[in-house]
């Protein structure tokens, strides 16, 4: 009998491990946060310098809830082709897990891409925008804050889009997200 229970035991561990064998996206930015072909940025909201605008009370109340912004790059070059490739299927597995409900898909231009977040409807923890262009590469950005509303978000990405704000102070990120 205490066979049988040590082999249920490690069977049922073993099931475990292979159901939460998905990486997280938090996992996947720390692994490649030094990866040479990812360029990796922890953004505070202070640089996007929305203080100066003239912002309404939702746009305000959204940058009132953020905390922080992660991106993370993939520049796609000549020899990291094939690299590329499989690392933009490990992102579409990670976002394709059932945390993450769909806001909007982007289509332009410069690429496809994806909005979703984390958290209830009316109180998001976590909003994350990815976009891919099979020239440039992909990049993800997760907008982390606390109770975000997904009109707010979408007001003050308007308010930024709008704003003087042109990448300074992000570097060669923010020359890749210029397009």
């Known amino acids: 009998m205490k066979k049988i229970l040590t082999v249920f035991s490690v069977m049922s ?6 159901c939460s064998s998905t990486q997280s996206l938090q996992e996947y930015y720390v692994d490649n946060s030094e990866n040479p072909n990812f360029i990796a940025l922890d953004v505070p909201t202070s640089m996007l310098n929305l203080e100066n605008q003239d912002l309404s009370e939702s746009q305000q109340e959204a940058l009132q809830s953020l905390r922080k912004l992660n991106l993370l790059a993939f520049k796609k070059t000549n020899e990291n082709g094939a690299e590329y490739e499989v690392e933009k299927s490990k992102v579409k597995a990670i976002l394709k897990n059932d945390d993450f409900v769909e806001l909007m898909k982007l289509n332009s231009q410069y690429g496809k891409g994806v909005v979703k977040y984390v958290g209830d409807e009316d109180a998001i923890d976590e909003v994350i925008i990815y976009g891919s262009s099979d020239d440039k590469g992909f990049a993800i950005i997760r907008v982390l804050g606390k ?13 930024i889009q709008s704003s003087d704000f042109n990448g300074e102070g992000l570097g060669e990120i923010g020359e890749f997200l210029k397009g």
């Open 13 to 18: 561990l073993l099931f475990f491990i292979a």
């Open 147 to 159: 109770n975000m509303n997904p009109g707010h978000i979408i007001q003050l990405m308007n308010a």
